[in-house]
């Protein structure tokens, strides 16, 4: 077998299409500057003498899971599922939170509960830009109105971490709520930096299906016949579950997508959900790292194919370690959440999408070493179990259509 291409710097690490845009790089070293480029995604700008320790923290090189010789007692390793301790249907008890978030409204009303306990001083997560709605910015929420204000699935570009050194450096007790591969990043600078253990509590994340570029929001902006550059509003989802993509511009023109129109018509020729190369061969879309992963809980049809009719809004729980259940718990109790049942095979059928593309995982990297294109380090994420699980022929057909995008010059891209 050919050795890995593992990159040996952040330059590497762009040039080689694994930049998740998460902002650690940036918020380590504050001459690194997150810039939006051509490709519609962000990117560090690098200074020429930018230390090259730092791809040890970069999600883009190094993704390490859960320590299964680790786990909290009660936690069982899932192969495709990884750690797991318990799993709930789950909604904010407020029915306001519920309505305006992306789904149930749980990661929101986990955000308020965390502050109004005062178990943190703050949770770092995100909201839409106010000069420019297609844009999204890290967020600093120090109160429940301002966590309420960053509910919403944002889809687009978003360097969630940039404030992360700043917080440590003030003695902030906080919680993270952001995408699998900002909490990898979280998790790598734990190794190196003693404060992330004391002082960020909690890690609280999504499943996530892939980030679209930024040109996604304007060519639906342009398709409604409006101008990108005067929308007042882009909103993903989220008032109502899943919620209308909704556009508005200053002229007071409006429009309005259902889940489907937006996101899952691949005849639509006018805009594209086009996923960065980072997110194609992804190592961790289950937040295993996280304290607990809230995915969307769908609505399902008799044969447990998902729905997206709208509905009032439910999540997944899935409790990864004992202190994402002992704020399960208390959130319940203290009525921030509330919690319905949910089998084995509901769950199955809502992400079955997520058992194929982890499933996937080993073609996809065994293609980027055929290819000796860039490799991110990984561990813990039982690709022996999988490619058991998976069968020689879905993972050839990964390993082929992976080097074909390989091919098409996917996996590289130019410094911004
Ligand atoms: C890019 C992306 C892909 C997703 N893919 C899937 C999927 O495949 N399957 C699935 O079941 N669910 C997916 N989700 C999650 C789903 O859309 C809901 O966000 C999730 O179920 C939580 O719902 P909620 O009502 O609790 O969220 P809310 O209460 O609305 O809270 C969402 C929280 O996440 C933060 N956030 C939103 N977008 C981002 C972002 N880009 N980066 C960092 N933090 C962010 C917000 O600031 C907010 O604090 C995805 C979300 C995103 C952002």
Redo the contacts with the bound molecule.
Sequence with gaps: MKPANRPASLAEVVQGGLCSSCGICASIDPRIEMRLAPNGNLRPHLPADTDPALVEVCPGATVIGADPDALDEGTRLDPVWGPRRAMHRAW?TDTD?RH??????????L?MFLLESGRVDA?L???ASGDDPTL?LP?ISRTPAE?LS???????P?A?LVPVMDLLAEGSRFAV???PC?LNAIRNLGRRDPRVDKQIVYLLT???????SRHMPRDMATAHGMDPDALTTFRY??MGWPGLTTLEDAAGQRAELTYEEAYLNDDEPRWKYEAPWRCKVCPD?LGEVADLS???G?LLDADGTPLHDEAP?I??IFERTARGSELVEAAVAAGAIELGELSDRDFEC??A??RSYRLGEPGRLAALREAGAAEPRTQGYRFAQMIELAGDEFLAAQRDGTLDRIERGQASEPLV
Excluded at 100 to 109: C, K, M, Q, R, S
Excluded at 150 to 156: D, F, N, P, T, V
């Design positions: 904010a939170v305006t978030a992306a789904a149930g409204g749980v990661l929101t009303a955000g949770i997560h995100v909201r999204t967020q966590v960053g509910a919403q699935s944002r889809y687009g978003v969630p709520i952001a995408k900002d999504i499943f996530c299906g892939t980030t679209a989802r989220g879309q809230v995915p969307d769908w809004g999540n997944v809502m992400h999408d997520h």
